[in-house]
């Protein structure tokens, strides 16, 4: 077996790095990225999936399957855990704070010919944090309910493989943390060796025999009523009319007892409405599904990049039918004036962390098109300051502006008094943070929280002046429907 490193380079290496990559390349053209993920999650491990579709006819050319299982962080409230093997640590303090201090004690021997993710951090990051860096908590009517889940949980990757969907091949990367160097490189190549036999040798996943159901709204509870939801709507309109904020963006959170594996849930998702980040995070008895279409913070190479994306219109039947859509979107003014608000707040968010005079708008209100709708979307980028962290990055761009509203405290601290309940993920993250200094982060929408056999989706409405409060309710409930639909047809499925 043929790896990037040999044991003497390695042995060289330990001597100034304490965590390095050691990878081999397989032909994998019989597998897909859910095939290889299906096959290598364990109970012991917290695995994860991430996958891409550009549009609904092309896919994203890298998969990854993630699988950790000694070290995690964590955080709940004002208290983080580190898990490192039986070893765990506690300590007070900020979540992104805690996270970067664990980050920097890697000194990652980064490999070129790995791409923009070489193993790092994966997991996701609540919309709650917010607490601890904006001052919202002094409108909270009182302790708000919420799931019993960590605000955030991100796994490191012992185990990261790369599927390349253009050459299906896959890069099985072993992040070996550096304590006997001989030792570990012999133990490592035996887990690569270990990790291919599984792949030859392990049942996949049955055929899903698919059966097209509606979703019946009957079977699921909200957090409120729809009477509840319209009177926030119309309290949010007194906060515009009053001057307060330009938009809010409040949400509702729906519930249902669910009777299939969540596995098949995230097989429908993806079949029926593929996405730019599609995820599966199954961190013990919590599993993460999602199917969202918008980026929250992207760093490559210190240049960071957030994609507004405001102004929807449903999808025609025929690519001329699409085109007079796109042109009837972008002459609405409602939904432009809407689009340059958030993207001046992107620019905004960069602009606290970037180079003076590297901001800039790529591609303004460009029109993409999506499985089920037409979406319009502009490009903001900037050079990252040296003296900002990734972290600081992230900190500046949680939350969106597309799951607040603007000006964005604000709108923050009316959510905060009209939400009957925590958000949770609905508004955060999911991604990674690589130890090559890339993050990659989807807003936590079109996103599933399952907590033993419950499940929860929460979706909102952004709400500006000449809002109606009918209609907003109606847009939450669509904004949820595709998970809603992702669990009727996977519980009308069978397997073959």
């Known amino acids: 077996m043929k790896v990037n490193i040999a044991k003497d380079d390695f042995l060289s290496l330990c001597k100034d790095y304490n965590t390095i990559p050691l990878y081999t390349e397989i032909l994998a053209d019989s597998e897909t990225p859910f095939s290889i993920f299906y096959k290598l999650k364990d109970e012991e491990s917290q695995n994860v999936l991430l996958e891409s579709a550009e549009t609904k006819e092309n896919w994203g050319r890298y998969s990854f399957i993630c699988k950790g299982k000694n070290l995690r962080f964590y955080q709940k409230d004002d208290n983080y855990f580190i898990k490192d093997g039986d070893t765990v640590i506690k300590g007070v303090s900020k979540p992104l704070e805690a996270l970067e201090n664990l980050y920097k004690n890697f000194k990652f021997y980064n490999d070129k010919t790995l791409g923009t993710f070489c193993g790092g951090f994966v997991g996701y990051i609540s919309y709650d944090i917010v607490k601890h860096y904006h001052p919202i908590e002094k409108y909270t009517k009182a302790q708000k309910p919420g799931l019993d889940i960590p605000d955030i949980d991100m796994i490191f990757t012992d185990f990261l493989i790369v599927f390349d969907n253009l050459k299906a091949t896959i890069k099985i990367i072993k992040l070996i943390r550096v304590r006997n160097p001989e030792e570990d490189y012999e133990k490592a190549l035996k887990e690569i060796e270990d990790i291919i036999i599984k792949l030859k040798n392990s049942k996949g996943a049955s055929f899903l025999d698919i059966s097209q159901k509606e979703p019946d709204l ?207 993920i609905y508004g955060g993250a999911v991604g990674y943070i690589s130890l090559n200094q890339n993050i990659d982060f989807a807003i936590a929408i079109r996103t599933a929280t399952i907590l033993d056999d419950n499940l929860y989706v929460q979706a909102g409405a952004g709400i500006v002046a000449d809002s109606i409060p009918e209609k907003e309710y109606l847009e939450s409930l669509s904004k949820a429907s595709s998970i809603m639909k992702a669990v009727s047809v996977a519980e009308a499925s069978c397997e073959l």
């Open 218 to 424: 009957k079977e699921w509870s909200s957090n409120m009523t729809k009477e509840e939801f319209i009177n926030i709507v119309n309290i949010c309109k007194n906060y515009i009319e009053n001057g307060d904020v330009i938009q809010v963006v409040p949400s509702q959170r729906f519930h249902k007892k669910i009777h299939t594996n969540p596995l098949n849930i995230y097989r429908v998702l993806r079949y029926l409405n593929p996405s730019p980040y599609m995820y599966f995070l199954d961190f013990d008895n919590v599993k993460i599904i999602g199917s969202s279409p918008e980026t929250l913070v992207k760093i490559q190479d210190d240049t960071v990049e957030i994609r507004p994306i405001a102004g929807t219109i449903k999808r025609g039947k025929t690519q001329e039918e699409d085109e007079e859509l796109a042109k009837k979107l972008l002459s609405d003014e409602k939904e432009i004036a809407e689009h340059v608000m958030l993207v001046d707040l992107a620019r905004n968010d960069i602009g606290a962390i970037a180079e003076p005079g590297s901001v800039y708008v790529d591609n303004m209100m460009h029109i993409e098109k999506f499985s089920h709708v037409i979406h319009i979307v502009s490009n903001v980028y900037g050079k990252k300051a040296k003296q900002h962290s990734i972290f600081e990055v992230i900190k500046h761009a949680l939350p969106a502006g597309t799951l607040s509203g603007a000006p964005k405290v604000r709108a923050m601290q009316i959510i905060e008094e009209l939400e009957p309940t925590k958000r949770n």
